[in-house]
């Protein structure tokens, strides 16, 4: 539990608006999940989904006290729907996550990671309805969701369902989830729809797989050995403007983002949020500020104090022989 308050810690320490309780597929027809696809699989024995999405809230209410954060309570997609159970049983499964949610009274509601749009609206209308705002996003890429429906078609009927802000997570690095929003929001100005945007990016770079349907997950590298790919601070300042200008106003990050992440998106728009810092901004001085010295010493660093000079960097792997991407992916 510890570890868990200090996670939470971390992140709010860094600058973010939004603590998430951590209940990613903590549904009961997940945590009893067994076969091939789970083997050795008891969590369902220990613990239920009442249970774990009610100690999830309680730590992050605890770590948040009277700070400047909301608290957001996520649900995901489930086994029910990939076993065809049909649409009452997932929103069974749903509820059971919601209820916790009400009790713990979170600020919002998150369905994320969903790959079918269609099981993203049962999960909106599980949300609506119950005096929250609805948050929704998708795991998909330019080619659409795992049924081919497209991003823009995707994004219409999540907001026709009832989501407040729309928007992606997951599976595509930075690139490519603002190519895909850029395609959500095109489709969505057409319809006369105005829901908030929304996106949270892996923080590894994946080009290779922009085209595809399961993303960073046909990497040869996943999942542990994508740390050469993974982001700068500096390059997470420029995604955070390029998604700010597109009109994006929930901005955040998923599998690779760390605290040094958050904390760049927290100061790359500290203007535009009225000079709000994290604390740990109080002892960082942002694109390599701290770096400036006239100590003799330390010359070899003049220089490096710099937007500048960080923007124009272009980071090596330090591997000789290994290959920038993995190019035979592009042909995918």
């Not at 729809?193 to 595809?212: A, R």
């Not at 597109?246 to 790359?268: N, T």
């Not at 100590?295 to 923007?311: C, I, K, L, P, V």
Request: a negative charge; proline letters at 5%.
């Amino acid at each position: 539990m510890f570890i868990v308050k200090q996670l939470h810690r971390e992140f709010m320490r860094a600058g973010a608006d939004v603590l998430q309780a951590f209940t990613f597929y903590a549904t009961d027809d997940r945590l009893s999940l067994s076969g091939p696809d789970a083997p050795g699989n008891e969590t369902g024995k220990s613990i239920t989904c009442k249970e774990l999405n009610d100690q999830a809230c309680a730590i992050v209410k605890e770590v948040v006290g009277d700070g400047d954060v909301l608290i957001c309570g996520g649900l995901s997609n489930t086994p029910s729907y990939a076993q065809g159970k049909g649409k009452a049983a997932v929103q069974q499964e749903f509820s059971k996550q919601v209820d916790s949610f009400m009790e713990q009274d979170v600020d919002f509601l998150l369905a994320e990671f969903f790959g079918y749009v269609e099981e993203a609206e049962w999960a909106i209308e599980a949300l609506k309805g119950k005096g929250k705002p609805v948050a929704c996003t998708l795991r998909i890429g330019p080619t659409g969701d795992d049924s081919g429906v497209s991003p823009g078609e995707c994004a219409v009927r999540m907001a026709k369902a009832g989501a407040d802000v729309v928007g992606l997570n997951c599976r595509f690095d930075v690139n490519t989830c603002l190519k895909t929003i850029k395609m959500m929001k095109n489709a969505l100005e057409k319809e006369g729809l105005s829901p908030y945007l929304m996106v949270q990016p892996n923080g590894y770079l994946s080009p290779e797989t922009e085209q595809t349907k399961n993303g960073w997950g046909i990497l040869p590298e996943f999942p542990f050995a994508l740390e050469p790919r993974q982001m700068t601070r500096f390059e997470v300042n420029h995604f955070v403007r390029a998604a700010f200008d597109l009109g994006v106003r929930y901005i955040g990050g998923c599998c690779g983002f760390e605290p040094h992440h958050i904390r760049a998106i927290s100061e790359e728009l500290s203007p535009e949020r009225g000079g709000k810092l994290g604390e740990a901004s109080k002892k960082h001085r942002p694109w390599g500020g701290a770096m400036k010295s006239d100590q003799s010493e330390r010359a070899f660093m003049n220089g490096r104090d710099t937007r500048e000079y960080w923007e124009s960097v272009k980071p090596a792997l330090g591997r000789p022989g290994f290959p920038d991407v993995q190019a035979k992916l592009f042909r995918q």
